[in-house]
């Protein structure tokens, strides 16, 4: 008996740490975790102003989904084959034609007026304290911040076994993250070397294509310090799902301080940066599994 009790002690703590562990991740970085209702907390005004825009449309979809069931009940009882044995031969009614003309008409300028503000806000970059520029590769991003001295970066995934090991988010840890100053309105500069990339961070709220021979440009500003993840939601070749994308947000001091690290780490290192090789050799390092054939199809 006290053995049977000893064994249902321990596979309940195991249990305890198992739903924990993921939590005690989710609470670290903005991640979506276990049980989560919504989407993933803003860290940005643009998703803010996503998010409003979202739940008004939620309350607009709601009323007419309520409009359209009580419309429905109600023909099913007072037009039932009991009440109306013989059925009616109106063919039209002209005022319900134009209510259901004019209605539909209204509730898309409703929708329409406030989606047009959140676009023009979403696209008109206010005054930038940082710019960054994002060039996305098969299979890796590259990063410049050019009103810093020109530094420069590649950013490649970790490979999955070090980020479990580690207690990383599998699939979107990375080598060298972005780092952003909390406050500061951020310009980013998007564009490809190759195939259509996508760089996507929700939290940020933004979501803008890398096109080749194109800059494409959004813009953020990170309200908190944290940990951001993101990816590349664009099917740009094989090894597509391996493009993470890993922002830090610091307050300005530490930025700072950051920056002058990184000045030093990079403009010190030996290896080329985005030489042909390199992301080949460590997506296939990454992935743990057999190397990707460099003349495979993208996929595009």
């Given at each position: 008996?006290?053995?049977?009790?000893?064994?249902?002690?321990?596979?309940?703590?195991?249990?305890?740490?198992?739903?924990?562990?993921?939590?005690?991740?989710?609470?670290?970085?903005?991640?979506?975790?276990?049980?989560?209702?919504?989407?993933?907390?803003?860290?940005?005004?643009?998703?803010?102003?996503?998010?409003?825009?979202?739940?008004?449309?939620?309350?607009?979809?709601?009323?007419?989904?309520?409009?359209?069931?009580?419309?429905?009940?109600?023909?099913?009882?007072?037009?039932?084959?009991?009440?109306?044995?013989?059925?009616?031969?109106?063919?039209?009614?002209?005022?319900?034609?134009?209510?259901?003309?004019?209605?539909?008409?209204?509730?898309?300028?409703?929708?329409?007026?406030?989606?047009?503000?959140?676009?023009?806000?979403?696209?008109?970059?206010?005054?930038?304290?940082?710019?960054?520029?994002?060039?996305?590769?098969?299979?890796?991003?590259?990063?410049?911040?050019?009103?810093?001295?020109?530094?420069?970066?590649?950013?490649?995934?970790?490979?999955?076994?070090e980020q479990i090991k580690e207690?990383?988010?599998?699939?979107?840890?990375?080598?060298?993250p972005i780092v952003v100053p909390?406050?500061?309105?951020?310009?980013?500069?998007?564009?490809?070397?190759?195939?259509?990339?996508?760089?996507?961070?929700?939290?940020?709220?933004?979501?803008?294509?890398?096109?080749?021979?194109?800059?494409?440009?959004?813009?953020?500003?990170?309200?908190?310090?944290?940990?951001?993840?993101?990816?590349?939601?664009?099917?740009?070749?094989?090894?597509?799902?391996?493009?993470?994308?890993?922002?830090?947000?610091?307050?300005?001091?530490?930025?700072?301080?950051?920056?002058?690290?990184?000045?030093?780490?990079?403009?010190?290192?030996?290896a080329p940066q985005g030489t042909?090789?390199?992301?080949?050799?460590?997506?296939?390092?990454?992935?743990?599994?057999?190397?990707?054939?460099?003349?495979?199809?993208?996929?595009?």
């Open positions: 008996m006290l053995q049977r009790r000893g064994l249902t002690r321990a596979a309940l703590a195991t249990l305890a740490v198992l739903w924990a562990a993921p939590r005690a991740l989710a609470d670290n970085v903005e991640l979506p975790h276990d049980w989560q209702l919504g989407m993933q907390p803003a860290a940005s005004p643009v998703r803010e102003h996503i998010d409003v825009l979202n739940n008004e449309l939620l309350i607009i979809i709601s009323l007419i989904v309520l409009l359209v069931l009580g419309l429905l009940l109600y023909a099913i009882v007072k037009f039932s084959a009991k009440r109306h044995p013989v059925p009616s031969k109106t063919t039209h009614n002209p005022l319900l034609e134009v209510t259901w003309t004019i209605v539909p008409v209204i509730i898309l300028a409703v929708i329409a007026v406030p989606s047009f503000k959140l676009m023009y806000y979403m696209d008109r970059v206010p005054h930038a304290d940082l710019t960054l520029k994002v060039t996305g590769h098969q299979w890796y991003w590259s990063y410049n911040y050019p009103d810093q001295g020109n530094l420069s970066f590649d950013s490649n995934m970790m490979p999955v076994a207690g990383k988010p599998r699939l979107l840890e990375v080598d060298n909390v406050g500061s309105v951020i310009r980013v500069l998007i564009t490809s070397t190759d195939v259509i990339h996508s760089w996507f961070m929700p939290s940020m709220g933004v979501q803008e294509y890398a096109v080749p021979g194109r800059v494409n440009q959004a813009w953020f500003s990170v309200d908190h310090e944290g940990t951001y993840y993101g990816q590349c939601n664009q099917i740009c070749g094989i090894n597509h799902p391996f493009m993470p994308i890993k922002i830090v947000a610091l307050p300005k001091a530490d930025f700072e301080k950051w920056l002058s690290e990184a000045k030093k780490k990079f403009s010190a290192d030996a042909p090789t390199h992301p080949a050799t460590l997506v296939a390092k990454a992935t743990e599994a057999r190397p990707a054939r460099l003349d495979a199809p993208s996929g595009n």
